[in-house]
């Protein structure tokens, strides 16, 4: 009979019933009669049937039959040594396994980054212009700059190389042992034989047996109680029968005899024939016959969808590429400025003067190009990819102890912005794993299913133990060592284990007389023993079932005090009561009752297959309220996500009913919210207009579903989006949980969230789920519970499967995200402050004030230790009260932006004081330079009669007073004055020492970074910028190690550090650049007391600005992958998206 609910498959997908699955070259069969397609529609149906589609195809085509003789196979003997017919028909079911990536390959995409290769070209060239243009005797020193920037790119590189092959090594140890076992038997040649599953072929007979992981799509030939978990391929939370196609077409005849109308909700009560790949056998054993393999099976089309390598921007790569490219242009025009400036200066001055000198002038001319370099050199942020690397490789590392086993970096910065997220219920959210929670016998009885120990005493009295032992005890089936069984069965057990029961003595101490064993079909499970009741022997009915049957034979209950109650028509409506209300806490109900036997009755009449006896005159002894309860902390993790601003969203295939409880029971839904929608998937597909292509509008188009196959068949490259977008605005902000979902539901989810600009996180254990985890921004996969493919498509897998460890994400991304602006607010002020120095001195005095040497240490060498300080901040659960940062919005805030400029002016102030005016007051101190002085002078002196001190270019070497007056200044290390007459220069070229005025500018500098280092560590305006660094020893270890290795620098660096080479600065100078630095205390403690609008005020469009141009590649190295090199092969394409909705469908 054909249901009244076929509509359940859409025109669409009636339509989808009969069209070819596979777009192929008309093959050559051979021996064979079945096409690949044909074989295909039998799982096609199977994954989205409403009744028995996939039964009626089989039927219709000649069943068995037609497929043993159409495959040229046999049920006994199997199939004889046509392999290689039959690979070229059917295909394989290997699987390319990708080696792993080499160190050195990970080098190399690590150096794909963009930043890295301008920092290594950098390096060749300051290298090669040093060099070339240093003076003989200074030749030997000319390539430390170029080298220092070289060791630095060596340095971020392997950084990030060795934290992707560390990830990627504990990876593949997780994933070996699921390998080891994939042994299956199979009949070949009339030989039962043992083989990797990989080597089955399509007409291969495969034995069947408890607890294997079917290898390909089959079809059962033999079929003794099978039962299947299909969750991980279809979503669908119970175990599914199965059964040959005879057994299947009883079925159906039977319930078609009685009448049964089907609706979608009874789509499994017809059991199905047919066994998908990647499901688990839970019990039974059998033969089915091997169908489809490899890409074309139901698993191989997911890990087909799976090796698709692109990969979107991250949010924050989004946003540091957007930074990234105005600081680029910042110092392009910069650079480009101060050379014109620079050449007007250069001409004015020839034109004036009337003369040319070639090697002197041409030279000039080199240096301006190379001040313009210099310039946008210190544009940019060469800390910043290391900084990002270390903050990301250090989260890895620490989340590795919260039990996230992180496989992509970028997934811990993405979920710091996550506002949305899908879980799952089952292992997830609750334990996966049945438990005793709530027995009522007259009143509520609660279990701690938690606590390790039980007591029986403060349940039950002692006169009722025994009875009450029995009727769980003996009335069972299921052992928990090994664990076989039911799985309500098993957490009754567990419960009495805790108390301390041994249910097999129980068992051993009565004598069964007879066992009516558990079906879908009579709801009830009995047994009758002979037992002892005060003494005597006694013949006794156990009896348990569903509760809403057996409570229609009740007539009793014996109560927990050892009382007996005679039931009336009340009393039975309260207990029909009480069922009601536990059904609508999500419990799976048992009801557990008893009947003494006089011993005249008769233990055989049956009607249908319910016994006489087991309707009759039974006495109540529970409701065991039994359920897959919420792991702990569930509650709390909600509820904290909910604080964090973050959706949580449920996605099940319970009912509507059973899913609303247990949302309700975590918090998802709160009690009384009448806004909460709970939605199934069927009816969310239909509303949205389920997933189609952007291009073509439909839901199957021949657009490339990669950009390389785009580009190697000229073709459109497909992009998923809604066929309702606006229908989905409306309804998605209300709906809490999707019950009944399939894969392709959750999917459609997803998309339609990220196409509202939401960032969003996704969690799954199943094969089916893996579109889903890889098209969100961070995929969650399930260490324990979770498939092989689920592992592989996710960016994180959770260890422990808890929902909990994903609000330690949450923090852990909004840490990186925080940690990553500090650094900006440190890197930018630095980066402003030393262009428009560079600018200005180059201008003024063409000259660079604080060398590229000392700037590669202060952008550089200190940034990567202020990155790590920063990047250690231990995250507080005070971030979880912040919003979630939106993709639009802007990685520099108005805040940052006020201290930015702030302490830019600030620090520019101070050094253009310093530059032009410290001669006039920093005072300066004799050593063992000034005898240098005096001996090279007596030099000249003898060398040159003429020479006269006080008239040559020499005078004032050190003091910019007369030598040796009774108050001593500095003297002025600029090379040239304002009006370009000469000053330092020729005294330098005559000593080679650099003047203490620059090496004091230079370590004024370098304070003032690392006090506003301190200041970046509060964003929001703290005024306490020192509350908490106790807790974060690396920080305070961090700043000591700066100022030692500044202190070692300015002391001991002499010439390769530009820095004064008699012991750097006195102690007073040292005193006088520490004040300086503290003053930038001051001065953040002042900007905080200014509202950011009067400094920037805000535009109408400020953080809306979004990026659809090829990424700078800032980020690149951290994801390894050259996602530019992608990207522009299809530049004028909308971002791609996975078809994994047409993969999963078929």
């Known amino acids: 009979m054909q249901s009244p609910n076929k509509s359940a498959l859409s025109h669409r997908d009636q339509a989808d019933d009969v069209r070819p699955l596979a777009v192929q070259e008309q093959l050559d069969l051979g021996p064979f009669k079945i096409t690949p397609q044909q074989l295909q529609q039998i799982f096609h149906l199977n994954t989205r049937r409403s009744t028995c589609e996939e039964l009626d195809y089989l039927v219709q085509q000649g069943g068995i039959d037609w497929l043993i003789d159409g495959l040229h196979t046999s049920i006994k003997d199997g199939i004889n040594d046509d392999h290689d017919q039959r690979i070229q028909v059917y295909g394989h079911n290997k699987r390319i396994v990708r080696p792993p990536q080499t160190y050195c390959e990970l080098l190399w995409n690590a150096l794909e980054d963009f930043t890295m290769r301008v920092l290594l070209i950098a390096s060749i060239a300051s290298i090669v212009i040093e060099v070339a243009t240093a003076d003989n005797e200074h030749r030997h020193l000319a390539w430390i700059e170029g080298f220092a920037i070289f060791v630095a790119v060596l340095v971020c590189t392997n950084v990030a190389a060795m934290n992707d092959y560390s990830k990627e090594k504990q990876f593949r140890k997780l994933n070996a042992a699921s390998e080891k076992s994939k042994i299956v038997a199979v009949i070949r040649n009339k030989q039962l034989i043992q083989i990797h599953e990989e080597q089955v072929l399509v007409g291969d007979i495969c034995k069947l047996i408890e607890g294997m992981e079917i290898p390909a799509d089959g079809v059962l030939l033999e079929a003794s109680d099978v039962k299947v978990d299909e969750s991980s391929m279809t979503g669908e939370t119970h175990s599914i029968t199965k059964g040959t196609i005879n057994q299947c077409q009883m079925q159906k005849q039977e319930l078609q005899a009685e009448g049964v109308q089907l609706g979608e909700q009874d789509r499994f009560k017809i059991p199905s024939p047919a066994l998908l790949s990647g499901t688990r056998v839970l019990e039974g054993e059998g033969l089915f016959l091997i169908c489809v393999v490899g890409d074309l099976s139901c698993l191989g089309q997911i890990k087909a969808s799976l090796e698709q390598e692109e990969e979107e921007e991250t949010p924050l790569q989004v946003k540091l590429t957007m930074i990234a490219e105005d600081i680029g242009k910042f110092g392009l025009i910069s650079a480009v400025l101060i050379f014109f400036v620079l050449m007007i200066r250069f001409a004015i001055e020839r034109g004036i003067a009337n003369e040319w000198d070639h090697s002197k002038h041409w030279m000039e ?20 990819p290391l900084s990002v690397t270390i903050s990301l490789a250090y989260s890895v590392q620490k989340m590795m102890d919260d039990k996230n086993l992180v496989r992509k970096m970028y997934a811990c910065e993405t979920m710091g912005g996550a506002d949305s997220i899908c879980s799952d219920k089952t292992g997830t959210l609750t334990m996966n794993k049945m438990v005793l929670t709530k027995i009522w016998n007259k009143q509520f009885y609660e279990i701690d299913y938690l606590a390790k120990e039980q007591n029986l005493s403060q349940l039950i009295s002692k006169s009722m133990e025994n009875l009450f032992l029995e009727a769980l005890c003996c009335n069972s089936s299921a052992e928990l060592i090994p664990e076989s069984g039911s799985k ?44 002892k009741h005060n003494g005597l022997p006694v013949k006794r009915l156990y009896i348990k079932g569903a509760s809403e049957i057996i409570v229609q034979s009740l007539t009793h209950m014996h109560t927990y005090d050892d009382q007996k109650i005679k039931l009336g028509v009340k009393e039975i409506q309260e207990i029909e009561r009480i069922i009601s209300q536990m059904a609508k806490q999500s419990l799976r109900i048992i009801c557990v009752a008893y009947l003494d036997l006089r011993g005249d009755e008769d233990l055989q009449k049956i009607n249908g297959k319910v016994y006489d006896i087991e309707t009759q005159d039974l006495t109540f002894l529970g409701l065991f309220g039994i359920m897959d309860n919420l792991r702990e902390g569930v509650k709390d993790a909600v509820t904290k996500c909910k604080q964090a601003g973050i959706k949580v969203r449920m996605v099940t295939g319970d009912n509507s009913e059973t899913a609303r409880a247990i949302a309700m029971n975590c918090g998802i839904i709160e009690q009384g919210d009448s806004q909460a929608i709970v939605i199934e998937g069927a009816e969310f597909m239909k509303e949205v207009g389920g997933v189609v292509c952007k291009n073509c509008t439909t839901e199957l188009c021949k657009c490339a579903k990669s950009s390389n196959e785009a580009e190697k068949n000229g073709t459109s490259l497909r992009v998923d989006t809604l066929g309702n977008m606006s229908r989905f605005k409306q309804i998605y902000p209300q709906i809490a949980v999707m019950a009944r979902s399939r894969p392709t539901d959750k999917y459609a989810m997803i998309i339609g969230l990220k196409e509202c600009e939401h960032i969003v996180a996704v969690t799954g254990d199943g094969t089916n789920d893996a579109p889903a985890l890889k098209k969100a921004d961070v995929g969650f996969a399930m260490g324990k519970a979770g498939t092989q493919v689920a592992k592989d498509a996710s960016a994180i897998i959770l260890m422990e499967d808890n929902f909990s460890d994903i609000v330690k994400a949450v923090m852990w991304g909004r840490n990186i995200f925080q940690s990553i602006r500090k650094f900006l607010q440190f890197q930018l002020t630095v980066n402003v402050v030393a262009v428009g120095f560079t600018l200005i001195s180059s201008a003024l005095l063409k000259q660079d004030v604080l060398k590229p040497i000392q700037m590669l240490w202060v952008n550089l060498i200190m940034d990567s230790f202020a990155s790590l300080a920063l990047a250690t901040e231990p995250p507080s659960e005070i971030l979880l009260k912040d919003r979630p940062y939106s993709r639009s919005e802007s990685i520099v805030t108005y805040k940052m932006i006020k201290h930015i400029i702030g302490q830019a002016i600030y620090q520019l102030t101070v050094i253009l004081i310093l530059v032009f005016l410290a001669q006039e007051f920093i005072p300066e101190y004799a050593d063992d330079y000034d005898d240098v002085i005096r001996d090279r002078i007596q030099e000249k002196m003898e060398e040159d009669s003429d020479f006269v001190f006080e008239q040559s270019s020499l005078y004032h070497p050190k003091y910019n007073t007369d030598y040796y007056p009774e108050s001593l200044r500095l003297r002025s290390g600029r090379f040239l004055t304002v009006t370009s007459e000469n000053d330092f220069e020729d005294i330098f070229n005559e000593f080679r020492v650099p003047s203490r005025h620059y090496t004091f500018i230079f370590n004024a500098f370098v304070f003032m970074q690392v006090f506003n280092f301190i200041n970046s560590r509060k964003l929001n305006d703290e005024i306490n910028v020192f509350s908490n660094i106790c807790n974060n020893l690396m920080f305070v270890l961090i700043v000591f190690f700066i100022i030692i290795l500044q202190i070692i620098l300015v002391t001991f660096g002499s010439l390769a550090f530009s820095c004064y080479s008699y012991y750097g600065l006195t102690i007073q100078q040292w005193v006088i650049s520490l004040i300086i630095g503290l003053v930038g205390l001051v001065v953040s403690f002042i900007l905080k007391l200014i509202p950011e609008q009067h400094i920037c005020p805000k535009t109408q469009h400020a953080g809306s600005r979004t990026l659809d141009k090829k990424p700078s590649g800032i980020l690149e190295l951290r994801r390894g992958s050259s996602l530019r090199k992608k990207q522009s092969m299809h530049v004028d394409q909308p971002p791609v998206q996975d078809n994994h909705i047409q993969l999963i469908e078929k």
Do not use: C, H, W
Not at 372 to 381: E, H
Not at 516 to 522: E, I, K, T, Y
């Open 488 to 531: 309500t069965e098993i957490a009754i057990l567990e419960y009495l284990q805790k108390a301390r029961i041994d249910y097999r003595k129980k068992r051993e101490s009565v004598n069964f007389i007879k066992k009516n064993p558990f079906s879908s079909a009579r709801k009830r499970m009995s047994v009758i023993v002979d037992t």
């Open 365 to 384: 001319i080199l240096n301006f190009i190379i001040l313009s370099i210099v310039v946008l050199t210190v544009a940019i942020p060469e800390g910043l």
